[in-house]
Structures are given as C-alpha cells and as structure tokens.
C-alpha cells in the first residue's frame, strides 16, 4: 500500500496548461503514489496525465509513455461540489 498523506494534500487539483492559442484544464486525484521528491502522485482518469504536486503547490509532471512533450501547468486545489467526495 502507498503512503498516507496528511489533509495537507488536497484529494485534487485542475491542472491548467496554457499556450498562445489555447487553454486546456484537466482534473487529477490524488493516487497511493508518491514521486521522487515524496510528494503524493496526481493522475487523470486516464492516467495519462500525472503530476507530483508538494503541499506547497510545486508541479512536475512525470510522462507516462513515450513521445510526451510535457509543458507547465498551474495548479489550483479543487473544492469538493454538491455530492462529492471532501478532500
């Protein structure tokens, strides 16, 4: 089993990517990983996109397959809606 985070670590972040023609905002959770810095592993439904996010909001995107040209998002905290799971 992964490490237990503390409530310090938000349940998710939208990860925000910008360039000069367009802005992408993709959902991530928080897995049972961490990455190399020990900071808990964010991941999309899909898994393709995934994030080691610190608690101070750092990103580093990790690649999960060959061919990925990673760019710098920004990350915000999710607020849990009506119905959802709390961080």
Same mark, same amino acid.
């Given at each position: 089993?992964?490490?237990?985070?503390?409530?310090?670590?938000? /349940?998710?972040?939208?990860?925000?990517?910008?360039?000069?023609? +367009? !802005? +992408?905002?993709?959902?991530?959770?928080? !897995?049972?990983?961490? %990455?190399? %810095?020990?900071? &808990?592993?964010?991941?999309?439904?899909? @898994?393709?996109?995934? /994030?080691?996010?610190? +608690?101070?909001?750092?990103?580093?995107?990790? /690649?999960?397959? %060959?061919?990925?040209?990673?760019?710098?998002?920004? /990350?915000?905290?999710?607020? &849990? %809606?009506?119905?959802?799971? @709390?961080?």
């Amino acid at each position: 089993m992964g490490e237990q985070f503390p409530n310090s670590h938000p /349940a998710s972040y939208e990860l925000t990517f910008s360039d000069e023609a +367009d !802005t +992408d905002t993709v959902v991530v959770l928080r !897995t049972e990983r961490t %990455g190399a %810095g020990g900071h &808990p592993v964010y991941a999309d439904e899909t @898994g393709i996109v995934m /994030a080691e996010i610190s +608690d101070k909001g750092e990103v580093r995107m990790l /690649a999960s397959g %060959g061919q990925q040209s990673l760019t710098q998002p920004v /990350a915000r905290p999710r607020r &849990p %809606g009506p119905g959802t799971a @709390g961080d």
